[in-house]
C-alpha cells in the first residue's frame, strides 16, 4: 500500500547528505527535490537534516551523532518515518532501525518506487514496477528473517530454518522476475512491429524531467486528456496522439515517463521499456523547466538518459518550457546560452508557433529522405543502376 492510500498522513523527516560532489547549493537541491518526492508519496515533510560526509559510515550511512541528534527530533515531533536522500543496504536499515525503535526507515529508491506503485495504470507500467520491486526488495531480505535466524558466536545450534527460507525466497524472486520479464519483453515485441506500421508517418518522441510539462504540452498540442498533476511522476505510462500540423501534415507525438537524478541502475534498466518509444522516434522533443533552478542539471540528467538509448544522428528540438514563469534574466540567458531552443508554455499558449513551424521543418527534411530512401529501394529491387539508366537515355 503507498503512503498516500492511508487515511491519515505519514510524518517523515528527511536527511539529505552533502560530499565532495554534491556541495552547497546542489545538495539543498538534491533535499528540496526529496521533500517533493515525499509529498508526492503522501508525507506531510516535518523536519529536514544535512549531513556533510566525506565518507559514508558503512553502520548507518551517517555519523552517531546525527543518528541521535536525528533521534531526538523524531521523539520530540512524534514522526515515525525517516528519508535518506541516498540509497542504504540491508544492514543500514537494519542497524538504523535498532537505532530508532518504531521508526520506519525509507531510502530514495524505496519512495520512489512506493509512487511508481500508486501511479502505475497499464499493464506494462505494473510490470516493470513489479520488476523494480522485487529487484530492490531481494538483497534487502535478510532483515526480514532475523526472527527464525540464530546466529551467536557459531557452533551447534547456530543454523536456523531462517538460511533456508531466506534462500527460497530468493529464488522465488528470481523465478518471478525472470516470469515478469518475459511478459515485459512481448510488450517491447509488440510496440517494435506497431512501430514498423508508423514507418511512413513522422514519429516525435517526447522527453525531459519528471514534472517539466510534457504532458500539458501533449494536451496543449493534440487536444489529449492526459493526466496532468504539479507533482514529481505525475504519470508513468507513455501516451501516443497524433498531431495535425496544417499543410496536409500529420505526425505522432508519443510522451514518455520523466527521469529523475540518482537513480540506481537497475531501476532505469526496468524502465527502459517505457522509454523505448524514444527509440523508434524520427525526431527528439525534450522539454526543460526553465523556471527551476537546476534546469541546466535537469538538462544534463536527460540528455545522458539518451545518449544509451537514442543515436546522435537523430535530430532534437530542445524546448524550455513554463517560461512564462522564469525571470527575465533566466529567459535572456537561456536566449544566450542556448540559441536554437525554443522557448514555450504550454499553459499560457506561449511559443506554439515556433514549436509547429520548427515540426514542420524537421518533417519535411525526414520526408524527402523517405523519398529518396524508396527511390533506391525501387531501383534495387528491380536491378537498376545509374550506368544503365545513362546507357538506356542514349
Not at 534574466?329 to 499560457?348: C, F, G, T, V
Request: charged share 30%; net charge positive; hydrophobic share 35%.
Amino acid at each position: 500500500m503507498s503512503i498516500e492510500q492511508k487515511q491519515q498522513k505519514e510524518r517523515a523527516i528527511l536527511v539529505g547528505i552533502s560530499t565532495s560532489k554534491s556541495r552547497g547549493r546542489l545538495a539543498l537541491e538534491h533535499l528540496e527535490e526529496l521533500k517533493r518526492l515525499a509529498e508526492t508519496a503522501g508525507a506531510e515533510v516535518t523536519e529536514t537534516f544535512m549531513q556533510n560526509l566525506q565518507t559514508y559510515n558503512p553502520s548507518t550511512l551517517i555519523g552517531e551523532g546525527k543518528v541521535e541528534e536525528i533521534r531526538q527530533a523524531l521523539e520530540s515531533s512524534g514522526t515515525k518515518m525517516l528519508v535518506f536522500d541516498e540509497d542504504l543496504s540491508g544492514s543500514q536499515v537494519r542497524n538504523l532501525e535498532s537505532r530508532l525503535p518504531g521508526i520506519k526507515v525509507l531510502d530514495r529508491t524505496g519512495l520512489i518506487l512506493d509512487i511508481f506503485a500508486k501511479h502505475a495504470v497499464t499493464a506494462e507500467s505494473r510490470l516493470m514496477v513489479e520488476i523494480a520491486q522485487l529487484q530492490y526488495i531481494m538483497p534487502r531480505l535478510t532483515r526480514a528473517w532475523t526472527h527464525l535466524c540464530r546466529q551467536h558466536n557459531g557452533g551447534i545450534g547456530t543454523k536456523g530454518p531462517g538460511e533456508t527460507q531466506l534462500e527460497t525466497d530468493r529464488r522465488l524472486i528470481r523465478n518471478r522476475i525472470r516470469d515478469l520479464k518475459k511478459k515485459l519483453q512481448k510488450i517491447e515485441n509488440a510496440r517494435d512491429r506497431l512501430a514498423v506500421k508508423r514507418y511512413d508517418t513522422f514519429h516525435v518522441g517526447i522527453v525531459g524531467y519528471t514534472n517539466a510539462g510534457k504532458s500539458t504540452l501533449t494536451n496543449r498540442r493534440t487536444g489529449a486528456n492526459v493526466y496532468v498533476e504539479n507533482k514529481l511522476f505525475a504519470t508513468l505510462d507513455s501516451t501516443t496522439r497524433k498531431l495535425y500540423l496544417g499543410n496536409d501534415i500529420s505526425i505522432i507525438l508519443s510522451d514518455t515517463v520523466g527521469f529523475i537524478r540518482k537513480l540506481p541502475h537497475h531501476l532505469v534498466e526496468t524502465f527502459r521499456s517505457t522509454l523505448g518509444i524514444a527509440t523508434h522516434a524520427d525526431c527528439i522533443l525534450e522539454v526543460v523547466d526553465a523556471s527551476a533552478p537546476d534546469y541546466a542539471e535537469h538538462l544534463e540528467v536527460t540528455q545522458k538518459v539518451l545518449s544509451s538509448i537514442v543515436e546522435e544522428s537523430i535530430p532534437r528540438i530542445l524546448a524550455f518550457n513554463k517560461s512564462e514563469t522564469a525571470t527575465k534574466e533566466r529567459r535572456e540567458k537561456l536566449k544566450a546560452n542556448y540559441p536554437d531552443a525554443i522557448q514555450i508554455s504550454a499553459l499560457e499558449n506561449i511559443g506554439m508557433e515556433a514549436l509547429r513551424l520548427k515540426l514542420i521543418e524537421l518533417h519535411n527534411t525526414w520526408a524527402k529522405k523517405k523519398n529518396i530512401q524508396k527511390v533506391e529501394e525501387i531501383k534495387n529491387a528491380e536491378g537498376w543502376s545509374n550506368e544503365k539508366t545513362l546507357e538506356e537515355n542514349g
